[in-house]
């Protein structure tokens, strides 16, 4: 398949399903969205254990309940300037499709803030930006009645080839 049908079948995908029920969180001020489906937990900051030669943003990883899950900081991996942790921040596991099966990973986030029932028609394309953007992990961007919220598709936020090495 050639990169522009991989690209039109890539835009498809993120069109197709958007409506639903969103976990919304805050990262640097923004407000962002997560497929409620896709969240398994919430949790509190807890001890991470940092683990050698692994991507900037990957935090290391915690135990929980008896399973290593891997910990990402969406803050680095959005590029956004770090931020010390407050009894706000937490970490919010999610369960992302990889070629190997689902895999559950952490994210770290400024805070939570609600579940929201978004329709389709709240939801917009991502904008033409005028240069080349990478926007992929974005599935739309909602218009809700407490503000802008981006919707990421979170399985290509963290579907990335070093996480897919990483929890094996």
Do not use: W
Request: glycine residues 10%; proline residues 3%.
């Amino acid at each position: 398949m050639g990169k522009d049908m991989e690209d039109a079948v890539q835009e498809m995908r993120s069109r197709v399903g958007r409506e639903g029920k969103y976990l919304t969180f805050s990262l640097a001020g923004e407000e962002y969205g997560i497929g409620i489906l896709k969240v398994k937990e919430i949790i509190g900051m807890m001890e991470i254990t940092r683990v050698p030669q692994t991507p900037s943003y990957v935090k290391g990883v915690i135990n929980l309940r008896g399973k290593v899950i891997p910990v990402v900081d969406l803050r680095a991996k959005f590029g956004l300037p770090e931020e010390v942790s407050t009894e706000c921040t937490c970490v919010v596991v999610v369960e992302v499709v990889r070629d190997a099966g689902h895999v559950l990973i952490g994210s770290v986030v400024d805070s939570v803030s609600e579940v929201l029932n978004i329709r389709e028609g709240e939801i917009e394309d991502t904008p033409d930006f005028g240069v080349r953007l990478d926007t992929r992990y974005i599935r739309g961007i909602a218009k809700a009645a407490s503000g802008i919220k981006i919707l990421l598709d979170i399985d290509s936020v963290l579907g990335t080839d070093e996480l897919t090495a990483f929890s094996g």
